[in-house]
């Protein structure tokens, strides 16, 4: 159930993916040139893809034995790679690929996350992040008159999957690749630059699983946003035993979003609707800095004992600055911005998801 301004909705999507959960943004590059790739064909690359209109991001190959978990695989490498081309972004899909270009089971993909280490996120001064998606996350596509994510050549983007193989066949040289859908510069369109941005219960930084108590219980986190603007989608992510979560002006005790879980006939859970706040009428729900903005997520432990990283809790979704410009930059030197990028690039603590997408 969604409430509050959420006059519209997509219909449960799986594994939301917080680019926003139902927005994010790209297609149709081209710069006359053809696909730029690196010489070297073992390791990461970014490329426009000219017949596919996309710009599209290839992890470095790798070897996946027979029955084994992501915990027992030597991930690929977390890659910087340099944007290629300008444009705005509208959409995306990941895929796992064999040597040939094959398309690989889904299930090898555990997860995928892209960041963006020169912009800071809405809430925190930590590197902002663009997407994550699981196996079960399908294609996103934004309305691509409507919105866009900004890219400029020359700016950076961090990709990081995590593969495992419980299938009974090893596959050689497999790769992670994301295909973004991309409008060139110099179009008309879109009509509004917007930014992903996330809110998690776990923020400021590291590993954004934790341990559920027993029984019922709940956790938040509350932040104001860097600039005033318009939430115009959001969507939300938690773990099995979840029964709820919610994005509210903590100031105004105004409830923007809340949302229960969609379950199968089984109970287990399937997916978290996503909220589309626009309208004919009226473009979203409008936040300013001088307010703070609270998530929060409730769990029902049932087994009576803790459970090790059972819990998540992350809203996000896709916001439009009042003020058409740059997305503020990342501080660099601020204490957070050093201790999440560390923890993303894998140089200190876990592998975790970084945002939603994975169960």
């Not at 426009?48 to 190959?61: F, H, K, M, N």
């Not at 609707?273 to 626009?278: A, G, T, W």
């Not at 979704?317 to 997305?327: A, K, Q, S």
Request: glycine fraction near 10%; aromatic fraction near 8%.
């Amino acid at each position: 159930m969604c409430v509050a301004r959420a006059r519209l909705q997509y219909p449960a999507v799986k594994a939301p993916c917080l680019w926003p959960l139902a927005l994010l943004v790209m297609l149709r590059a081209g710069d006359g040139r053809g696909p730029a790739r690196p010489a070297d064909p073992g390791s990461a690359r970014i490329f426009l893809d000219q017949r596919a209109s996309a710009l599209v991001i290839e992890l470095a190959p790798m070897d996946l034995p027979a029955n084994t978990p992501h915990h027992m695989i030597a991930q690929p490498a977390v890659a910087t790679l340099e944007v290629p081309a300008t444009g705005s972004l509208y959409g995306f899909r990941v895929e796992v690929m064999d040597s040939a270009g094959n398309a690989l089971p889904r299930q090898l993909l555990h997860h995928f996350n892209l960041i963006d280490p020169d912009h800071r996120e809405l809430f925190l001064p930590i590197s902002r992040r663009l997407l994550a998606a699981g196996q079960e996350t399908g294609p996103i596509r934004l309305p691509w008159l409507l919105f866009g994510l900004p890219v400029n050549t020359g700016e950076h983007m961090v990709a990081s999957a995590m593969l495992e193989n419980l299938t009974a066949e090893t596959y050689h040289g497999a790769r992670v690749r994301l295909v973004m859908f991309f409008t060139p510069s110099g179009w008309p369109w879109p009509l509004f630059r917007a930014s992903p941005w996330q809110l998690d219960v776990a923020f400021p930084a590291g590993d954004k699983s934790f341990d559920l108590p027993p029984g019922r219980s709940s956790r938040s986190y509350e932040a104001s946003p860097a600039l005033p603007g318009t939430i115009v989608g959001l969507g939300g992510h938690f773990h099995e035993l979840g029964q709820q979560i919610e994005f509210a002006d903590a100031t105004t005790g105004e409830v923007i979003y809340r949302a229960t879980p969609v379950r199968d006939s089984t109970g287990h859970l399937v997916s978290v609707p996503v909220s589309r706040l626009y309208g004919w009428t009226h473009l979203g729900v409008h936040i300013v800095p001088s307010h703070k903005y609270r998530v929060t997520v409730y769990y029902d432990n049932p087994t009576g004992h803790s459970l090790p990283d059972a819990g998540m809790g992350v809203v996000g979704g896709l916001f439009v600055p009042d003020r058409r410009g740059e997305w503020p930059s990342a501080e660099r030197g601020d204490s957070l911005y050093q201790v999440d990028f560390r923890h993303y690039m894998r140089l200190s603590g876990g592998h975790a998801m970084e945002m939603a997408g994975r169960r």
